[in-house]
């Protein structure tokens, strides 16, 4: 079973940082990519980031290109999301999720963790 537990968010001001981790098994990062994505009120889910099972391929949304930095852990259990420069527009539940590649770039993915709440204050 994979189970995939998010931590890290919290209340900041713009132009603050986070990182969040995404916890899961060294053998679910073993066989499938890792993404990140959010989902504000009254909005739909939208994909923000995903790193492939070697960190060798990255993909990010355009609203957060270059403020944003997806990576591994050397131990195989863990991706992060650096977030830097945030603004109140990246306020959201943020969720992350494994499966292929291109599919979460989709947003398709079977396997979701519960998120964890970022709110960015102006």
């Known amino acids: 079973q994979v189970q995939l537990v998010e931590s890290g968010g919290g209340l900041v001001q713009a132009g603050d940082s986070l990182r969040l981790s995404c916890s899961t098994s060294r053998r679910t990062f073993g066989s499938y990519a890792v993404g990140w994505f959010r989902q504000a009120p009254g909005k739909e889910r939208e994909f923000v980031s995903v790193i492939n099972w070697a960190g060798s391929s990255t993909s990010y949304a355009d609203p957060v290109k270059g403020r944003f930095t997806i990576s591994a852990a050397k131990t195989g259990d863990t991706v992060f999301l650096q977030m830097n420069n945030l603004k109140p527009e990246d306020t959201a539940v943020y969720y992350c999720?494994?499966?292929?590649?291109?599919?979460?770039?989709?947003?398709?993915?079977?396997?979701w963790g519960q998120g964890t709440q970022v709110t960015v204050s102006s």
């Open positions: 999720a494994a499966g292929y590649f291109g599919q979460l770039r989709l947003g398709v993915s079977e396997y």
